[in-house]
């Protein structure tokens, strides 16, 4: 009679146990990804206007907790884009034709309760009434100059790649040195490549 009820405990605990796995592996799911950052190229294509090629891009970024909170602590975040066109090369490695660093920083604005967006290569600012809106905008890049046109020999093809990262060299210090070692700071895409031509 103890067996049976020591089995039947047993089996109960088991049960019990597998309950709380079902219920707590989403939360802990969450929780890990609420402290990544991550970041995602969508989509990416250049094009030419007249003399000049142009990229247009949609990145998908995805702050994590700690570096949210630290943004509407007055920490402005930067992102980079790193651009680059190749020329595909037998045997060899490709040759690099073209480099570009293409830089966005997000900011909070207590006074107004607003967010902007600041191209750091030309200015321009622009600014939202929500955290959501400013990270879409600056995941929206449109007609930025690469190069012209003549750079590049009409008789070959080339590949173009973009990667996006959170720059962590634009942290404070004290952030900074927390950003090399927690997941939650270090944030980059998978290159993104597609044939310009």
């Known amino acids: 009679m103890a067996g049976r009820l020591r089995a039947g405990r047993l ?11 079902l219920v707590c592996a989403p939360i802990v799911a969450w929780g890990a990804e609420e402290n990544t950052s991550h970041i995602e190229v ?47 090369r037998d045997y060899v490695w490709n040759e690099t034709v073209a480099t570009l660093r293409q830089r966005y920083q997000l900011e909070y604005e207590a006074l107004t309760n607003r ?9 321009a600012q622009s600014h939202y009434p929500t955290r959501v809106m400013a990270i879409a905008a600056m995941g929206h890049v449109f007609d930025i100059p690469i ?26 210090v004290p952030l900074r040195l927390m950003g090399y070692f927690s997941p939650a700071w270090r944030a980059s895409s998978e290159w993104y490549t597609w044939t310009l031509r």
Do not use: W
Request: aromatic letters at 6%.
């Open 11 to 21: 089996r109960g605990m088991r049960a019990l146990c597998g309950l709380l796995t």
């Open 147 to 172: 190069l012209d046109v003549d750079l590049l020999d009409a008789e070959q093809s080339y590949t173009a790649r973009l990667q996006a990262s959170l720059d962590l060299n634009a942290l404070p």
């Open 42 to 88: 969508r989509s990416a294509e250049i094009v030419q206007v007249e003399k000049i090629y142009r990229l247009s891009a949609v990145v998908d970024y995805r702050f994590s907790a700690p570096a949210l909170e630290a943004l509407h602590n007055g920490v402005p975040l930067v992102v980079e884009l790193m651009i680059e066109i190749e020329r595909p």
């Open 115 to 123: 967010y902007g967006v600041t191209n750091l290569n030309s200015g």
